[in-house]
Antibody, heavy 118, light 111 residues
Framework: EVQLVESGGGLVQPGGSLRLSCAAS????????MNWVRQAPGKGLEWVSYISSSSSTIYYADSVKGRFTISRDNAKNSLYLQMNSLRDEDTAVYYC???????????WGQGTLVTVSS | DVVMTQSPLSLPVTLGQPASISCRSSQSLVYSDGNTYLNWFQQRPGQSPRRLIYKVSNRDSGVPDRFSGSGSGTDFTLKISRVEAEDVGVYYCMQGTHWRTFGQGTKVEIK
C-alpha cells in the first residue's frame, strides 16, 4: 500500500526539542522530493520545509529557519524533521507530504500532533 | 514573499448548485519554465488535505470532473459544477512558483 506514516509527536516544553519521522512505503521514495506541512489548531495550512530527492536542495519557511532541520534517509525510506528551540506557536499537526508540482501523484500522511506547552 | 488571497472565506452553497472560489497572488505565478504552479487542495473535516488541481487546471487522479480550475498570471478560480454533500470542507489555493504559500482557506458548507 502506498502510504506515509508520521511519528514522533507529543508534548514538549518551550525551548525543547523533538524529532519527527515519516515512514514511506509502496513507492520509490528516493525518486520524490518531500515536504513537511503544519496546521495549528483551528488554523490554515503552512508549508514548513522541502527537501529534494537527493537532499541537494532544502528550503525552510522563515518561521522555522535556523530552528528546524529537514533530512531524509533514502535507504530507510524515511523523512525527518528535527525541531529545536520550540515555541508555543509551533503547536500544530505536522504532515509529511509528497506533493509534486508538475505532475499528479500527491500523497499525505495522517499527521502527528506536536504540542508546545509548559 | 508571495501572498495568496482567497475569496470568499466562507461559502454557503445549495446542494446541486455551482460554487466558485477565487484566489489572487501578489505577484505573477508564471515560472521561468513557462509553467504556472498553482494548486488547489481540499480538506474535509478531520482529514488530511487532498490535492485536487495542479498547474492551474490539471485534475489529480481520482478527482471528480465536477471540479475545475482556471486562471492565469495572478488570478485563479476553482469551480465546483454541482456541489455534493461530500464537498463540504475547507479549500486552499497554494502557489509553488516562489517557494510555497497557501491561501487562507475558504470554508464550504451546505445551506
Amino acid at each position: 500500500e502506498v502510504q506515509l506514516v508520521e511519528s514522533g509527536g507529543g508534548l514538549v516544553q518551550p525551548g525543547g526539542s523533538l524529532r519527527l519521522s515519516c515512514a514511506a512505503s509502496g513507492f520509490t521514495f528516493s525518486s520524490y522530493s518531500m515536504n513537511w506541512v503544519r496546521q495549528a489548531p483551528g488554523k490554515g495550512l503552512e508549508w514548513v520545509s522541502y527537501i529534494s530527492s537527493s537532499s541537494s536542495t532544502i528550503y525552510y519557511a522563515d518561521s522555522v529557519k535556523g530552528r528546524f532541520t529537514i533530512s531524509r534517509d533514502n535507504a530507510k525510506n524515511s523523512l525527518y524533521l528535527q525541531m529545536n528551540s520550540l515555541r508555543d506557536e509551533d503547536t500544530a499537526v505536522y504532515y509529511c507530504a509528497r506533493v509534486p508540482m508538475a505532475t499528479t501523484g500527491p500523497l499525505w500522511g495522517q499527521g502527528t500532533l506536536v504540542t508546545v506547552s509548559s | 514573499d508571495v501572498v495568496m488571497t482567497q475569496s470568499p472565506l466562507s461559502l454557503p452553497v445549495t446542494l446541486g448548485q455551482p460554487a466558485s472560489i477565487s484566489c489572487r497572488s501578489s505577484q505573477s505565478l508564471v515560472y521561468s519554465d513557462g509553467n504556472t504552479y498553482l494548486n488547489w487542495f481540499q480538506q474535509r473535516p478531520g482529514q488530511s488535505p487532498r490535492r485536487l488541481i495542479y498547474k492551474v487546471s490539471n485534475r489529480d487522479s481520482g478527482v471528480p470532473d465536477r471540479f475545475s480550475g482556471s486562471g492565469s498570471g495572478t488570478d485563479f478560480t476553482l469551480k465546483i459544477s454541482r456541489v455534493e454533500a461530500e464537498d463540504v470542507g475547507v479549500y486552499y489555493c497554494m502557489q509553488g512558483t516562489h517557494w510555497r504559500t497557501f491561501g487562507q482557506g475558504t470554508k464550504v458548507e451546505i445551506k
